[in-house]
């Protein structure tokens, strides 16, 4: 998630060009990535994919 304006001045930049607008976004899931990766592989893409996901169930679960 990047707000509107940042996401279209950035477009396809690369990470290292985008972080510092994901350092300074006003979504603190943002402000993790360039917190938490220094740049952007397959494989740390996959480890984001896999901690949203645990994310997303933890919150959204429906106990019956």
Do not use: H, V
């Amino acid at each position: 998630l990047l707000e509107a304006k940042a996401n279209r001045e950035l477009g396809n930049a690369p990470f290292a060009e985008k972080r510092e607008a994901y350092r300074k976004s006003t979504f603190a899931i943002t402000r993790k990535l360039a917190e938490d990766y220094d740049c952007w592989t397959p494989e740390k893409l996959q480890a984001r994919q896999r901690w949203m996901a645990r994310q997303a169930r933890s919150i959204w679960s429906i106990s019956f």
